[in-house]
Nanobody, 123 residues
Framework: QVQLVESGGGLVQAGGSLRLSCAAS????????MGWFRQAPGKEREFVAT????????IYAPSVQGRFTCSRDNAKNTVFLQMNSLEPEDTAVYYC????????????????WGQGTQVTVSS
C-alpha cells in the first residue's frame, strides 16, 4: 500500500506560479514511478506529467510542456510539480498517483492515488 497526500494548491492569477507537493508513505519510494493528473469540472481526468523512479526521466502533456516541471526528492519521499505561467485552462483538481514499474501516461496503470488538491487560475 502507498498513501499519497498532496498539498500546495490554491488560487493564483494568470501568469503566476504554484508548486504542488505529494508526500508518499507505505512503500519504498524508489520502487514507484509517480505521476500527476488533473480533472476540471465536467471533463475527464487527464495526464499532466510523470517521473521515473530515479527521477531521471520525465514526460509531460503537450499542454504543459515548457511551463510545468516534475521532480522528486527520494530522500524525502516527495514528488513536486512546479507550475509556471499558469493559465485559466489549468484550473482543475490535481492528483498525484503512484505505480510500480516504469513511468506511464495512462491513469488506469496507476495503483495509488492521492485525494487531490484544487488549483484555480483567475484571468
Amino acid at each position: 500500500q502507498v498513501q499519497l497526500v498532496e498539498s500546495g494548491g490554491g488560487l493564483v492569477q494568470a501568469g503566476g506560479s504554484l508548486r504542488l507537493s505529494c508526500a508518499a508513505s507505505g512503500r519504498t519510494f524508489t520502487d514507484i514511478a509517480m505521476g500527476w493528473f488533473r480533472q476540471a469540472p465536467g471533463k475527464e481526468r487527464e495526464f499532466v506529467a510523470t517521473i521515473s523512479r530515479n527521477g531521471v526521466s520525465t514526460i509531460y502533456a503537450p499542454s504543459v510542456q515548457g511551463r510545468f516541471t516534475c521532480s522528486r526528492d527520494n530522500a524525502k519521499n516527495t514528488v513536486f510539480l512546479q507550475m509556471n505561467s499558469l493559465e485559466p485552462e489549468d484550473t482543475a483538481v490535481y492528483y498525484c498517483a503512484a505505480k510500480r514499474g516504469v513511468i506511464g501516461r495512462t491513469a488506469n496503470d496507476y495503483n495509488y492515488w492521492g485525494q487531490g488538491t484544487q488549483v484555480t487560475v483567475s484571468s
